[in-house]
């Protein structure tokens, strides 16, 4: 049976309550999957999520979206921002108070909570380091030309968060000693590609949203464009006049890069079976399937037709395999 609580009566206590706030907002889909493991693993998981949340959100929401002078004259202290935000994911760690409390990106409740959760596990900072490598790439604005750069970004942006889920699947809790995981190998070998595979398809899920935005928010290499012969100009204009046939050609290229890492995915993701529970393997699954359902309605009928049913296909996948939170 799963243990998800519905998150607006979730019975977690200070500081959880904050930071499941934080990660309720967006109700995302590894939210809603991690929201059925135990309440001691919600709570890793809350902390975790709303630590990254906090500095992603400044990042993504607040500097990028910035006009080019503020964000010129901004740089620089958004890049002590993520160093500050780091020194304090390192402090937790260690079980230590909180070093900047009152200028560091995480608010005391989310500290204090990472500090009760990482803070007692063996799963080192890794995770929360290469986020903050992807962060720098975005505040110094690199640019991403070939797909081995998109590979690069995806390690901090996508993969290391989804290893922290998989570190918890198989984590299990004693209250002496805290949080361990008998996972032989490191959690990112089993999360990598999977998460990849994930990320691919959330970009073309939500392409048609992100594209209203600035250029820079579009995750897609300039090499990806270039074979499917279009521009980000003519990608906004062929969404906004209802031309989805024009993205038909690059949605099939981006797919069949997604399908790649699909495999290798399955595969390592198979191998956490043996230390998985019940539960833990059926949330695995339905966590994966909402996206290997999405990739295959793009397959299946192109991306173009995916684009023209949209909403009513991520409405459809997402309730069939992870219905809203709730007592079940």
């Given at each position: 049976m799963s243990h998800s609580l519905p998150p607006e009566n979730a019975v977690l206590g200070a500081p959880f309550n904050a930071c499941n706030e934080l990660a309720a907002a967006k109700n995302a889909n590894l939210y809603r999957a991690a929201m059925r493991l135990s309440p001691e693993r919600q709570r890793f998981f809350l902390a975790s999520y709303a630590s990254m949340r906090v500095i992603d959100d400044i990042v993504d929401d607040g500097f990028l979206e910035l006009p080019d002078a503020e964000r010129d004259a901004q740089r620089e202290t958004v890049i002590e921002t993520i160093n500050q935000w780091q020194a304090q994911?390192?402090?937790?760690?260690?079980?230590?108070?909180?070093?900047?409390?009152?200028?560091?990106?995480?608010?005391?409740?989310?500290?204090?909570?990472?500090?009760?959760?990482?803070?007692?596990?063996?799963?080192?900072?890794?995770?929360?380091?290469?986020?903050?490598?992807?962060?720098?790439?975005?505040?110094?604005?690199?640019?991403?030309?070939?797909?081995?750069?998109?590979?690069?970004?995806?390690?901090?942006?996508?993969?290391?968060?989804?290893?922290?889920?998989?570190?918890?699947?198989?984590?299990?809790?004693?209250?002496?000693?805290?949080?361990t995981s008998p996972l032989t190998n490191p959690p990112i070998y089993h999360a990598r590609d999977m998460a990849i595979f994930c990320y691919i398809i959330h970009i073309l899920r939500d392409l048609p949203d992100d594209i209203k935005g600035p250029d820079r928010l579009v995750t897609i290499p300039s090499e990806m464009l270039i074979a499917a012969d279009i521009t980000l100009g003519e990608i906004r204009n062929a969404i906004?006049?209802?031309?989805?046939?024009?993205?038909?050609?690059?949605?099939?290229?981006?797919?069949?890069?997604?399908?790649?890492?699909?495999?290798?995915?399955?595969?390592?993701?198979?191998?956490?079976?043996?230390?998985?529970?019940?539960?833990?393997?059926?949330?695995?699954?339905?966590?994966?399937?909402?996206?290997?359902?999405l990739g295959g309605a793009m397959m299946e009928n192109g991306y173009a037709n995916f684009l023209k049913d949209r909403k009513s296909i991520m409405e459809t996948t997402a309730q069939n395999s992870l219905p809203d939170v709730s007592n079940d």
């Open positions: 994911i390192i402090s937790a760690k260690a079980g230590a108070k909180n070093p900047l409390p009152e200028t560091g990106p995480l608010s005391g409740d989310v500290y204090e909570a990472l500090r009760l959760t990482l803070g007692r596990s063996d799963l080192a900072t890794d995770p929360w380091i290469e986020l903050a490598d992807a962060l720098h790439r975005d505040v110094a604005e690199e640019p991403m030309d070939e797909w081995d750069d998109f590979i690069a970004y995806c390690e901090g942006a996508t993969a290391a968060p989804a290893s922290i889920f998989v570190y918890l699947l198989s984590a299990r809790f004693d209250p002496e000693i805290g949080y906004g006049q209802g031309k989805y046939e024009e993205l038909d050609y690059l949605g099939k290229i981006m797919l069949e890069h997604a399908w790649e890492h699909f495999e290798t995915g399955q595969a390592r993701s198979g191998e956490l079976l043996s230390v998985l529970d019940t539960d833990e393997a059926d949330t695995l699954s339905r966590l994966f399937t909402v996206y290997i359902e």
